[in-house]
Structure formats: structure tokens, C-alpha cells
């Protein structure tokens, strides 16, 4: 499989990926185990479909649901704004109230996914894009007596519906991080990290077509700077 890192642990999880038709055993009871004393390393990354998800939820616009429930943190070597779901004092999850998750309709892929893990996997030799799901490891103490299959875990979270979505953000994402390290000065970086969090996160309407926007945002931002590679035919 081309344009992936063979280390360790992609060779690992490229065993162990699933097919749509894999089935395993779990029944998420909603007790909120998942929801509470999450480790720094395991905080939930909040991505544009999961902002306009939420918003939609609540009525609320995007921006709001930052204030309220996230988190802003810098991207390492992204160099990008990152946002982070916001916890509680007692390490719970901003979005659980008496043990239950409050948007639970339009909660996060990731937690909408859990226990499943993918991971987004472009193949240069067929020109293909496609997500590849793999069962993570975890403690949660769902019941284990009923079967379900990946294809049925997927369709209960109304995950796909956002496939293309996702993968405008995260081509938005790569865009904007080229461009910040192509930039000289720390002033340069500044204004392009609010210009990139601001069409990342904030530049949408939540009555408006969600994947026409992020199309209009990332062609925006590569307009920034032209001489950055960009396949406009990756937008159909």
C-alpha cells in the first residue's frame, strides 16, 4: 500500500484492520466510564465536522461551541490551532451531565467510533482515499455478548455521512501547515494562525451546506499561496 510509513506500527495495525463486514463484540450501555478521567494523551481532537455537528445540535453557532466547550492548543510540528474538548474540574468530559452524554446525537466521530480507530489512507498507485478501521485496545465495561458489524457500528453513529467532510478538513489542515512552514518571519506565522484557525473553525454557517464550505475555505487558503501543490480534483 503506497504513500504510508512502514514502521511498526503501521505494519501492525495494516494486520489488523477490519472490513466493513468484520463483526465484534460490544454494546456500548452509555454508562460514561469513557467520558471520565480521560488521560492528557487521549483528550478528544474537535475537527470542523464535529464543531457544525454540535452547533447544529444546539442551535448555536460554531464559534459559541468553541467558547463553551473547547479548547485551544498549538499543533506541534502542524504548527496549526488545535482544538480539544474541554473537561470538567473532576476530569469528566464537558459534555457529561448525570452520567450521560448531552449530544449524544452529534457527539464526536471519535467518540462515535469508539471502539473502533481509523485511519485515513491514500494509495498514490490507485489514486485512492479511503478510511480503514481497526478495533482499539480499552477497558470499557461494555457488555461483550452481542456481535455487531463494523459497517453496522458505522451506520448507528452516522459516521460516513461526514466521510467527505472530514477529509476537506484534514486537507485544509495540511494546506495551512505548509504554508506555515513556509513562512519566514514570527509575524508572518501569527497572522496565518489566526487566518488558519478562523477558516478552520469559524467561517461557517450552520444553515449552509457544510462540505460547500470547507471547499470555499480551502480554496481560499490555498489561494494564499499558489506556489503550495494542490490537486483541485480531489474536491469532487
Known amino acids: 500500500m503506497s504513500g504510508i510509513k512502514t514502521d511498526s506500527k503501521t505494519e501492525t495495525l495494516d494486520k ?11 454494546k456500548c450501555t452509555q454508562c460514561g466510564q469513557c467520558c ?5 494523551a487521549d483528550k478528544v481532537l474537535i475537527s470542523t465536522v464535529d464543531l457544525f ?7 448555536i453557532e460554531m464559534t459559541e461551541v468553541i467558547e463553551k466547550y473547547c479548547d485551544m492548543v498549538p499543533g506541534g510540528e502542524s504548527m496549526l490551532p488545535l ?3 474541554r473537561e470538567r474540574l473532576d476530569g469528566s468530559c464537558i459534555f457529561l451531565k448525570k452520567g450521560k452524554c448531552t449530544v449524544h446525537e452529534a457527539k464526536p466521530l471519535a467518540c462515535a467510533l469508539h471502539p473502533l480507530g481509523r485511519i485515513d489512507i491514500y494509495d498514490d498507485e490507485t489514486d485512492s482515499q479511503d478510511f480503514h478501521y481497526y478495533l482499539k485496545e ?19 453513529g452516522d459516521v460516513e455521512r461526514y466521510d467527505s467532510c472530514v477529509r476537506l478538513y484534514k486537507r485544509m489542515a495540511s494546506v495551512c501547515s505548509k504554508i506555515m512552514h513556509a ?37 481560499f487558503i490555498q489561494s494564499i499561496n499558489p506556489k503550495i501543490a494542490f490537486d483541485k480534483s480531489k474536491l469532487v
Request: with cysteine; hydrophobic share 45%.
Open 83 to 85: 482544538l480539544v474538548m
Open 183 to 219: 513562512l519566514k518571519t514570527d509575524d508572518e506565522r501569527r497572522e496565518m494562525f489566526s487566518t488558519a484557525f478562523f477558516m478552520m473553525y469559524a467561517k461557517y454557517d450552520i444553515k449552509g451546506d457544510l462540505r460547500g464550505q470547507l471547499a470555499q475555505n480551502l480554496a
Open 16 to 26: 489488523n484492520f477490519l472490513p466493513r463486514s468484520a463483526s465484534f463484540n460490544f
Open 138 to 156: 480499552t477497558s470499557c465495561p461494555a457488555e461483550r455478548d452481542q456481535s455487531v458489524t463494523v459497517q453496522e457500528w458505522l451506520d448507528a
Open 53 to 59: 455537528r454540535i452547533a447544529v445540535l444546539q442551535g
Open 36 to 40: 471520565r478521567n480521560v488521560a492528557p
